[in-house]
Every structure is written in C-alpha cells, then in structure tokens.
C-alpha cells in the first residue's frame, strides 16, 4: 500500500522557518514527480513546488526564494525548507507524487497525496 506522510508543521511567527518532511512508503519514488501543495482556509488547492527525479525543480511565484525542496532517494523523503515565512503562508500542505519525468503544476496529475500537515504562520 502507497502511503505519503508529512511531518513537521506547527505555528511559526512571521520571518520564522519549518521545515516539512514527507516520508514514502510502499514503493520506490525514485521515477516519480514529487511536490508540495497546499490549501489555504476557504481557497483551493495550490502547487508550491515540485522536484523530478531527473533533477529539475519549479517553484510558485510565491514562494521562490523563500521554500526549497529535497529529495532524498534512498531514504524514500521528500523535504520543504520554508525560510521567511509569512501570514499568508499559512495552509494545510500536502505532499503528492506521480509517475514521470515532467513536472505538472496541475492537482489533477498527482496521483499520490498525504493527509495533510498544518502550517500556521502569525504577524
């Protein structure tokens, strides 16, 4: 059975850093796309970042320069770096992978998904 769990989110102030991990099991997702989203209260949800296998990377708007992913492939972990964290940070965000070489903003193209990790970021 495929599973995706995320660690490590919680209340931050504006400025602060976490760091997220996103632990995979049940197969090996080193030919997988792995990315962040997240879901802010009342909105959709959001592509944050992505890291193919291959070595490429895309980033949101915004969050460039501020979020960073690594993939560790051995230990089957995918992990967000958030560095100057702001209010508007502040979403459920969920870890999500598919079969491929490409990176997909699109949610529809995951096919993989964690159950979610809070991140709240105060003023």
């Known amino acids: 059975q495929v599973q995706l769990v995320e660690s490590g989110g919680g209340l931050v102030q504006a400025g602060g850093s976490l760091r997220l991990s996103c632990a995979a099991s049940?197969?090996?997702?080193?030919?997988?796309?792995m990315g962040w989203f997240r879901q802010a209260p009342g909105k959709g949800r959001e592509f944050v970042v992505a890291?193919?296998?291959?070595?490429?990377?895309a980033y949101a708007d915004s969050v460039k320069g501020r979020f960073t992913i690594s993939r560790d492939t051995a230990k089957n972990t995918v992990d967000l770096q958030m560095n100057s964290l702001k209010p508007p940070d502040t979403a459920v965000y969920y870890c999500?992978?598919?079969?491929?070489?490409?990176?997909?903003?699109?949610?529809?193209?995951?096919?993989?998904w964690g159950q979610g990790i809070q991140v709240t970021v105060s003023s």
């Open positions: 999500a992978a598919y079969y491929g070489t490409g990176i997909l903003r699109h949610e529809n193209a995951y096919v993989y």
């Open positions: 049940g197969r090996t997702f080193s030919n997988y796309v």
């Open positions: 890291d193919s296998w291959t070595g490429s990377t």
